[in-house]
């Protein structure tokens, strides 16, 4: 059965999941990772993106990301046609690479932006990463080059940081330095073992 040992690993645009998952990999975690099959699942439907967007969106037989991101953010029945597109691919790969790990019988971690989102997953437990609002805005224009009003439009186009932070099993905080990520990190794999 898929998704037995998962964990799934979620938090808000810019809150650092991508620093977490080098942290809890360090920690012997094993990852599968949602966007990177994202990434590829658009690359390999260049041909059904350009049909659907437009050739502009295609460089190099590849998927421009960035001018798509600008695109679908700014208009929600685009963003719901790519997703409708897009998620039910998402999901079967994961799906498939899921069964691959369940077969260590160990917990393992799919990082999943919009798993609450979606609530498509049948994962039990969820760790969410943490920052505040002020901060992801912050990190997000300077990461992505973002105005705040593009910076703003990804963020609100989340479920908010602090609902997730309610639904999460386990939190980590990652508010402060990196050395308190590094603490935090060690505590939710110390409680991750305790209940397997």
Partial sequence: MAFEYAIALTGGVATGKSSTTTMLMLFGFRFIDA??????????????????????????????????????FKDARKKKELEEFLHPLIYAKIEEEAIKQDRFKKPYIIDIPLFFETSRYPILKSIVVYA?????????????SFDEIEALRRINSQMSIDEKKDKASYIIDNSKTLKNLQDECERVKELILKSS
């Fill in 35 to 72: 966007d990177k099959i994202a990434h590829q699942l658009l690359d390999d439907n260049a041909t059904k993106i350009a049909e659907m967007f437009g050739q502009e969106y295609i460089k190099d037989n590849k998927v421009d990301r960035k001018p798509l991101g600008l695109l679908i």
């Fill in 132 to 144: 505040t609002k002020k901060q992801q805005l912050k990190r997000l224009m300077n990461r992505d």
